[in-house]
Structures are given as C-alpha cells and as structure tokens.
C-alpha cells in the first residue's frame, strides 16, 4: 500500500490562496449554495480580520495560515496564529504562561489554532471531505513540529468540536473542558412556544423583562443582507467602542473591520438595532451560520433597562425560531443567561505543552478542572428555568 505524502505548508497573508481552494476545506458544506456551518473560519471572514488591520503586524496575532496538501490538492488547512499574548481568546491560560515564567521558561510566542476574538465553537482542523483523520493528523503534527523546531513553548487549538478534541486526544494533545451558557430550540413554533417550556415563574419574568426593554422610548429592528447600510456600521462602531474599552481597555476590531462586512459579510450577519426618533442607540451584531446564530457584539450609546437582554438574548431566540436555527450562542461566561433559557453547554480546546515537568503539571490541572467544570454544569443546569419533568406548573 502507497503510504500518501503530504507537505505541510504555511502562509502569512490569506491573499496567497484562493478563496474557493481555502473555503473546500473550511466550509465545504455550502458548495451547495447554503450557508457554512459558521462563517468564522470561511476566507472571506479571517481575510476581513486581516484586511481591516484587526490582526498582523503589532497586534499579537501574528498569522502563520497551515496547509496540508496531498497530490498537489490542499486537503486540510488550519487558522494558524503566532501569538505575544493570551487576548482575545476566551480560553483562559493567563495563569500557565505567569507559572511558567516565574519558573524561568518563556511563554510566549505561543500558537494558537483559532479564530480571533470569536469564543464560537467550531471546526479548527478545516478538512477537504474524506480527509478528516488524514488532515487533522497532518495538521496537528505539523503545528507541533513548527513549535518544537522554533522553541514555541505552546500549541493551543480553542473552541474546537467535540469530534476534533477527541481526535487531538488520541494523537496526545492534551484536552481541556469548559463551558458557556447556549441557548436550544424545542422545535418552538414562537417564542411563546418557548415561554411555555419555562416555570411560571421565569415565564412571567421574561414577559416583564421584554415589556420594560421594549419601553425605551423607540424601535427595535433587526438587520439583514443588503438592508443593513454604511451608516449602521457608524452607529454600531460607537457601541462597540464604548463595549471595548470598559471590557478590555481597547477594542480588538479596527473601524476597518465594521466597512469590510459592508461588502464582504452581510449576508452573514443579523444585526439587531434599538433606534430612538431614527437614530441607533444601542445595538447587538450576531453572525448566521447554518444551523446556529452567534451572538458576538453589543453596545450602546445611551442605558435603558433591560435592553440588553433584550437586543441580545430575546431578539436572538426570535431570529432563530424564525429561521429554523437549531441553536443560539450567545458568546462566553455569563450565569445570568441561565434564568434567560441559555443553559451551560461544554466547550473544548486542545493543548501541547513542549516541557515535559510543565506539560505534567498542564494535565493535572486539567483532569481536576474537567470535574468541576461536570459538576458545575449539572449544578447550574438543575436551576434552569425549564419546568422539570412531572411537575404542575402553577
């Protein structure tokens, strides 16, 4: 039997490949004409990064694109990054790079198979179809070999897929669990099919919740396609600015990023606004992919009560029963989701660690942690709003 060579390849600009050899591999569903799983891994969304200056050069996220080929066909290709620190990641290991430092090794750079910025589970080993085990082999040996070679002290593959941690695992990547809060559709037939799931105590919250957000004074609108213009990118450019600097001290997305979707992303993006006498004042931007609606960004100029969880939950559960999408995440952390319908779902990630004592210590806090993120789950999803089974609900 002909053992099958592949060459592995990187790239440090999305503009050395073409978009519909990437695209067969990252979203090789939407041949059809459909939607991708997601769009966050398709060409058009990391080279929108790219182009907008979100990620490059003096960023910290460094792209570093790895391509596997067999026969001179691409058969699988990851979103590589070289990483100078652990922003913009969601999959928290502030705590490994201060430990590893203090004992004299060099954290970073580190690499990082990723999609910036996005705390959305999906695939990170994108694989040409019937090259899945091929391609994340390749891929993951790889990404550890440019790590060794170069002294990288750390590979980290985050909000990967259930299917992709187990098969990191087997190949001896270390396999992290934690969790955010996704909201999931009961066939509802509207949202007060999805009411009627909850106690009535929650029920009657909700209602109350929705009657004061909707009372602010103005209009709520939700944005698709072509009916989102250059001018809501303006408005939404302040939300998000006003967002960014009380989380992180300063935005990760250029203005750039908001004019490049503009051609690039619409179709991809819902983009709920709250306008008073025609003007936007608050706003939640959520991208569609096939199956699922992602919640990504809020903001707003002016403070109306409950307004957030209505642009950003409520409205969200609306467009996804609407459209038949299986599913809402509504991004990461966040306990007070739970009393909203969104209940705590397990989110993987993948780790290599080159140092033997340190990779040691790595696993033992990850066998500890994968326990108390179980049982923190089933703790929080026993308080869930939903009328447990067998119940009268009063």
């Not at 969304?45 to 200056?53: M, R």
């Not at 996220?61 to 596997?68: I, K, M, R, V």
């Not at 029920?203 to 072509?226: C, N, P, S, W």
Request: aromatic share 12%; glycine share 10%; charged share 20%.
């Amino acid at each position: 039997m002909t053992e099958t060579r592949i060459e592995i390849q990187t790239l440090a600009s999305l503009s050395g490949i073409d978009a519909a050899e990437w695209d067969a591999c990252a979203a090789p569903e939407a041949a059809d004409g459909g939607r991708p799983r997601d769009p966050f891994t398709t060409h058009r969304f990391l080279s929108a990064l790219e182009d907008s200056g979100s990620v490059g050069w003096g960023t910290g996220w460094q792209p570093t694109y790895l391509l596997a080929r067999a026969d001179d066909q691409l058969i699988a290709a990851a979103p590589l990054y070289a990483k100078s620190h652990s922003q913009g990641e969601y999959i928290f290991d502030h705590s490994w790079a201060h430990a590893y430092e203090r004992a004299g090794g060099t954290y970073y750079p580190k690499l990082q198979i990723a999609v910036p910025f996005t705390p959305a589970t999906g695939r990170r080993f994108l694989c040409r179809p019937g090259f899945e085990e091929l391609g994340i082999a390749a891929l993951t040996q790889g990404a550890v070999q440019i790590a060794s070679d170069n002294h990288i002290s750390s590979l980290h593959v985050t909000f990967c897929t259930t299917e992709e941690a187990a098969a990191g695992d087997a190949l001896g990547l270390m396999h992290r669990k934690t969790q955010q809060f996704h909201w999931h559709n009961d066939s509802y037939a509207d949202f007060d099919g999805f009411l009627g799931s909850l106690s009535s105590r929650k029920r009657k919250a909700i209602r109350k919740e929705r009657r004061v957000a909707q009372d602010f004074g103005g209009t709520i609108v939700t944005l698709t396609g072509d009916q989102i213009e250059p001018e809501h990118w303006d408005a939404f450019w302040d939300f998000y600015q006003d967002t960014g600097a009380r989380k992180w001290g300063m935005p990760y997305l250029t203005r750039a990023f908001f004019d490049i979707p503009q051609e690039r992303l619409r179709d991809d993006m819902a983009l709920m606004l709250a306008c008073r006498e025609g003007t936007p004042v608050a706003g939640a931007l959520n991208f569609i992919g096939r199956d699922a609606l992602y919640g990504r960004y809020w903001g707003a100029v002016e403070d109306h009560p409950c307004l957030h969880f209505e642009l950003c939950y409520y409205q969200a559960i609306d467009f996804a029963i609407a459209h038949g999408l299986k599913q809402v995440e509504a991004g990461a952390q966040g306990e007070h989701k739970l009393a909203r319908g969104y209940l705590p779902t397990t989110t993987h990630s993948l780790h290599w660690v080159g140092d033997p004592g340190f990779r040691a210590a790595i696993a033992e806090y990850l066998e500890a942690e994968a326990d108390a993120v179980a049982h923190e789950i089933e703790v929080l999803t026993s308080y869930g709003p939903f009328r447990k089974t067998g119940t009268e609900d009063i």
